[in-house]
């Protein structure tokens, strides 16, 4: 029990169902609202004692748990997007249902649509026509969009050069991807280090760039460009800041992101040197994740 001193910051109402809630392992399906609706309109100054009530389930056994405690260091780590990707919830009655709740959040929607997003991307360029297209992906954490690429495209002639600053990212996308047919090859480099030694057909990363201040965002588009084949394509995603999950990922799990408008993503582009009629954004189906497109419009590899 937290003290008194803390708890007469919350109604005693919502103190007595957010107990409820730890009781039985976290909201259910007609609780959701009311859930969501306390943490839409917490207090900055009501958010410990709202995190100190809900603290036994805010723990590794538990999605919303495992964002907040980060076991590897930071937010959005490679276990919690796989999971988000394989819906996979803790099976256990006492925290079960705070997974449920969590995987069918918008954002966690929006997620799964970015790997439709990458798939169709891929689709597209094993059908056109090269012997071998070369793509590379900024910050590939689980790789298990490319693992659905490769199973469903087992004569696939992409070429993946995937990068992530987490060795412990790196071996699980490895330990996914040890397929006969892939042809892969991973390294343990900071993106903004990496060196690109190829021109690729596509450059693709997502939930990544929304980390980054504007600084790194446009340097790494400008970057990132020059390496970019004849009528490849740069694509960028990045929450929009109308995700409606954006308060649940702050206060459940101390998740911060960058979130933009599409205006930001083409005037980021535009600073990071790129001309206007090469840069669209497009979205997944809930518009909550956003890609900026970005073409290279010259003729022959940079
Ligand atoms: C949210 S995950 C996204 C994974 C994957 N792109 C996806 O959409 O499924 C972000 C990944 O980027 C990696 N990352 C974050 N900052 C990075 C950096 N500066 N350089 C390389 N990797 C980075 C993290 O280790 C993490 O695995």
Known sequence: MISSKTQFKLQKETIKFLYGLVEQGGPKTHEYQTFTDIVNHLKPEQVDSFREIIKPSLNENTLIGHGFVKPYGYPGDFYLIHNIYEQKANPDPKYKSWDDFFLSQPAAHAVRNRKEFFLKSCRRLGKNGKDEAKVLILGCGPATDVKQYITENPDSRIRFDLIDFDQK???????????????????????????????????????LFDYFKEKHFIYLINKYLKNLAENGEFIIGNFSHLNPTKRLMEVLSDWY??????YDLLRMAVEAEVDEDQATVEMEELGINLFLRIKNSINGST
């Open 169 to 207: 990212a790196i071996d699980f996308a490895r330990s996914q991807n040890d397929l006969p047919n892939g042809s892969i090859e991973y390294f343990r480099i900071n993106v903004l280090r990496f060196k690109p030694y190829m021109y690729y057909d596509l450059i693709w990363s997502a939930g």
């Open 257 to 262: 992101i960058n979130h933009r408008s599409k």
